[in-house]
């Protein structure tokens, strides 16, 4: 049974940083792309990040570009978010999604329950 | 970027009846549309991939269809486990787009 478990999610002041961790088993990790998918309170759902099974290939929305970097660590079956220069605006649950493909086609198949981020000072 | 337009915003309807969400892109993304359903305090959950694929273990009352840039979700019979909010993804380039998202309410 596929199992993600975000963590890390906490209380930062503006411009501070935070790392958020998805642990993942119950399937071949490194053979999934892995994606983070933001909600703020009361919003709708908003993708942040991506990347490959490999690691090689990262991508971003244009909203935290420059300031967010994901990574992961294949060997310990890990996706990070590395989170710095925090804004208001950033406040949200942060739920690490793997990314399902059929030929062309993908989508988020399987989801954590989300860690909680709160920017405020 | 592609944009993504569900309607409507919210939908109270009884259980038992039909429902339709509808979404649209801003742009054509071919069959790459995803539908979610998202309970309060939940994660969403996947429902249909290339706009009508059903994915396991969802029940058959769901369904998708459309391509371009209309796509609808559609509930043939509405089970009060069904009250939710849904939402539609684009997958045809990155940035990923969501919906808004459509609340159905209990009438």
């Known amino acids: 049974e596929v199992h993600l478990v975000e963590s890390g999610g906490g209380l930062v002041q503006p411009g501070g940083s935070l790392r958020l961790s998805c642990a993942a088993s119950g399937f071949t990790f490194s053979s999934y792309a892995m994606s983070w998918v933001r909600q703020a309170p009361g919003k709708g759902l908003e993708w942040v990040s991506g990347?490959?099974?490999?690691?090689?290939?990262?991508y971003y929305a244009d909203s935290v570009k420059g300031r967010f970097t994901v990574s992961r660590d294949n060997s310990k079956n890990t996706l990070s978010l590395q989170m710095n220069s925090l804004r208001a605006e950033d406040t949200a649950v942060y739920f690490c999604?793997?990314?399902?493909?059929?030929?062309?086609?993908?989508?988020?198949?399987?989801w954590g329950q989300g860690t909680l981020v709160t920017v405020s000072s | 970027d592609i944009q993504m337009t569900q309607s409507p915003f919210s939908l109270s309807a009884s259980v038992g009846v039909r429902v339709t969400i509808t979404c649209r892109a801003s742009q054509s993304i071919r069959t790459y549309l995803n539908w979610y359903q998202q309970k309060p305090g939940r994660a969403p959950n996947l429902l249909i991939y290339?706009?009508?694929s059903l994915q396991s273990g969802v029940p058959s009352r769901f369904s998708g269809s459309g391509s371009g840039t209309d796509f609808t979700l559609t509930i043939s019979s509405l089970q009060p486990e069904d009250f939710a909010t849904y939402y539609c993804q684009q997958s045809y380039s990155t940035p990923y787009t969501f919906g808004q998202g459509t609340k159905l309410e209990i009438k």
């Open positions: 290339a706009a009508s």
């Open positions: 990347i490959s099974g490999s690691g090689n290939s990262t």
């Open positions: 999604a793997s990314v399902g493909r059929i030929q062309l086609w993908n989508y988020f198949d399987y």
